[in-house]
């Protein structure tokens, strides 16, 4: 079974700084894309940030210049350095990862997601 626990949420002040993380466990074979997506009271999940295995990376616009997303060198763990925040940001972030499994009939791709960790940014 394949978990991913993130960590790194919190409360912080306009223009200051958090980074989060999110680590996948379990029986894996390799892991795929993984992202952040982020969920604000009363709008839709979307897509903040998502690395590639190969390190290729795709931002929201709204993130652009001020977020940047990174994998360690196991590419089990993925960060998400937020800066220059503002109450905009605030949000539940939740990590996903598109991760390969060994089944009967052999390897298959799933998407996992984390349990969601709150950011919220004061004015």
């Known amino acids: 079974q394949v978990q991913l626990v993130e960590s790194g949420g919190g409360l912080v002040q306009a223009g200051g700084s958090l980074r989060l993380s999110c680590a996948a466990s379990g029986i894996i074979l390799s892991i795929n894309t993984m992202g952040w997506y982020r969920q604000a009271p009363g709008r839709q999940r979307e897509l903040v940030a998502a690395?590639?295995?190969?390190?290729?990376?795709n931002y929201a616009d709204s993130v652009k210049g001020r977020f940047t997303i990174s994998r360690d060198n196991a590419k089990t763990t993925v960060y998400l350095q937020m800066n220059s925040l503002t109450p905009e940001d605030t949000a539940v972030y939740y990590c996903n990862a598109y991760v390969v499994t060994r089944a009967t009939m052999g390897p298959i791709t799933n998407d996992y997601w984390g349990q969601g960790t709150q950011v919220t940014v004061s004015s």
């Open positions: 690395v590639t295995r190969t390190d290729s990376t």
